[in-house]
């Protein structure tokens, strides 16, 4: 059975979540079988009170007898803080892991995680790639890709992953672009492609996050100010705390991995998670 803590209406165990006055979140699972030995757990795990919820079915499912529980997760917080970068500040992802491991899920599957380092800290799990979203946003972008077209990768650690796509679709041409950030602020301070001409073809950036945009933005107008044709972003993780709409990117692929949508432009598509997992 599964229980999907993201789309309710989808769940086949019923549950009420809420929250106390007291701010500490709770969930009741409504009618669980007496003959389930099997439960599967989708949620996001966009705020601490998400990683608490998660944990809370858990142990709903424990009490009632049900014997080993698998869960998907489709955001990881802290997935970007994989490492300590400057004195004084905490190892954040190892955190979120050892709350997770005191869960004693029997299996963990994460979609593209920020970097292999979640999969070695969280115990049983493995990585969803995002080679389904990337397929999914090519279909849906076919007038561009029946053309020659670039996949581009924003940074060095993402180059692994675009080879890994760009072998798996036949892609003939990827991109490496180089960003320059300053550790202590964070703060972008400029980019750098090895491509000199994309002869008005058309440019997919692939990425796993989208926060603000601002690396995207750059991106863009780096790519345009080599010849680039229209500039498409494929993200699996859409944050997009300044909006959607982000300067020089024609278009955008996302997810609702880690947030609902209401309203999107029609420059932008956002698919259901549950369908690129």
């Known amino acids: 059975m599964n229980l999907n803590l993201i789309t309710p209406q989808k769940s086949e165990i019923a549950f009420k979540s809420f929250t106390f006055p007291d701010g500490q979140p709770h969930i009741k699972l409504e009618s669980i079988p007496t003959t389930t030995k099997h439960v599967h757990i989708l949620t996001r795990l ?157 440019c997919f950036i692939i990425d796993d996050i989208c926060d603000g945009g601002g690396t995207f933005a750059g991106l863009a107008a780096l790519l345009k100010s080599r010849n680039a044709g229209k500039v498409i972003l494929i993200v699996s993780h859409g944050i997009f705390s300044r909006g959607l709409s982000i300067e020089g990117v024609d278009y955008v692929v996302s997810t609702n991995s880690f947030k609902e949508f209401s309203e999107t432009p029609s420059s932008v598509r956002i698919f259901p998670v549950e369908s690129v997992l």
Not at 64 to 79: C, F, H, N, Q, R
Not at 85 to 110: C, W
Not at 121 to 126: C, W
Not at 175 to 184: G, M, N, S, W
């Open 46 to 202: 966009s705020t601490m009170n998400d990683v608490f919820l998660c944990l809370a079915a858990k142990n709903a499912l424990d009490y009632a007898g049900v014997e080993t529980v698998d869960v998907t997760i489709s955001y990881l917080m802290a997935a970007r803080m994989d490492r300590v970068m400057t004195q004084g500040e905490p190892f954040s992802l190892k955190i979120v892991a050892d709350i997770l491991n005191a869960g004693q899920f029997r299996k963990v599957h994460i979609f593209d995680p920020h970097s292999d380092v979640a999969t070695a800290l969280i115990h049983r799990s493995m990585a969803i790639s995002n080679l389904t979203l990337v397929k999914k946003a090519m279909e849906a972008f076919s007038s561009l890709t029946n053309k020659d077209y670039y996949l581009v990768s924003p940074d060095s650690g993402a180059l692994k992953k675009v080879y890994k796509i760009a072998e798996a679709i036949g892609a003939e041409r990827v991109a490496e672009c180089i960003k320059f950030r300053d550790v202590k602020t964070g703060q972008l301070s400029g980019f750098k492609t090895f491509e000199e001409d994309f002869g008005q073809r058309p």
